[in-house]
């Protein structure tokens, strides 16, 4: 666990090192040069997206899914049965805890993804949130619930996650 936790920090702090060349890297990956034009705002949110990086423990939690906070006596299996239902209502707190870089916001207030579908977003884990309990419980989502194993979602739609964040 403390190796995972390290990892965290060994990468938030190596990125740190590359902050000055954030919003040049934000304006490449979101094709949106407004990050470099705004140079020092740019560079701000890029500092607050790195604080929830750990926070959010975003590289080690998916590294080491399961173990870290796996209820005592828990099994795989059993972890692998839960049921995800709901629909997302684009709150924004998945996103970093609306710190990521790439947030946007639509008029009416709901979350966006600026580099939503790009090759880079997927690689990335936001497309598969959420994937369990845990995680619905790291960014305190409002519109998830996880069923445990052996409770049917009876009556209850299964919405498919990966769809969740379009930007549109
Ligand atoms: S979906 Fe987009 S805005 Fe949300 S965390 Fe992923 S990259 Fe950031
Ligand atoms: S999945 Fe949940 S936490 Fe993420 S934007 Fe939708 S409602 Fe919010």
Same mark, same amino acid.
């Given at each position: 666990?403390?190796?995972?936790?390290?990892?965290?920090?060994l990468?938030?702090?190596?990125?740190?090192?590359?902050?000055?060349?954030?919003?040049?890297?934000?304006?490449i990956?979101?094709?949106?040069?407004?990050?470099?034009?705004?140079? %020092?705002?740019? @560079? #701000?949110?890029?500092?607050? +997206?790195?604080?929830?990086?750990?926070?959010? $423990?975003?590289?080690?939690?998916?590294?080491?899914?399961?173990?870290?906070?796996k209820?005592?006596?828990?099994?795989?299996?059993?972890?692998? %049965?839960?049921? @995800? #239902?709901?629909?997302?209502? +684009?709150?924004?707190?998945?996103?970093?805890h $609306?710190s990521?870089?790439?947030?946007d916001?639509?008029?009416e207030?709901a979350?966006?993804?600026?580099?939503?579908?790009?090759?880079?977003?997927?690689?990335?884990?936001?497309?598969r949130y959420?994937?369990?309990?845990?995680?619905?419980?790291?960014?305190?989502?409002?519109?998830?619930?996880?069923v445990?194993?052996?409770?049917?979602?009876?009556?209850v739609?299964?919405?498919?996650?990966?769809?969740?964040?379009?930007?549109?």
């Amino acid at each position: 666990m403390k190796a995972a936790v390290s990892l965290d920090w060994l990468l938030a702090g190596f990125m740190g090192l590359l902050l000055p060349i954030a919003p040049l890297v934000a304006s490449i990956l979101a094709r949106d040069s407004a990050y470099l034009w705004d140079y %020092r705002r740019s @560079l #701000v949110k890029s500092a607050g +997206h790195l604080r929830s990086q750990v926070r959010s $423990r975003a590289f080690s939690r998916y590294v080491l899914y399961g173990r870290l906070h796996k209820p005592v006596g828990e099994t795989e299996r059993e972890t692998e %049965r839960e049921t @995800l #239902v709901g629909e997302c209502t +684009h709150c924004g707190n998945c996103c970093m805890h $609306r710190s990521c870089v790439f947030l946007d916001w639509s008029p009416e207030g709901a979350s966006r993804c600026r580099i939503y579908n790009s090759s880079f977003w997927k690689q990335l884990a936001c497309g598969r949130y959420p994937e369990s309990s845990l995680d619905i419980a790291l960014y305190d989502c409002p519109s998830f619930t996880a069923v445990p194993p052996g409770k049917p979602a009876a009556g209850v739609q299964v919405i498919p996650v990966v769809a969740i964040h379009d930007r549109e």
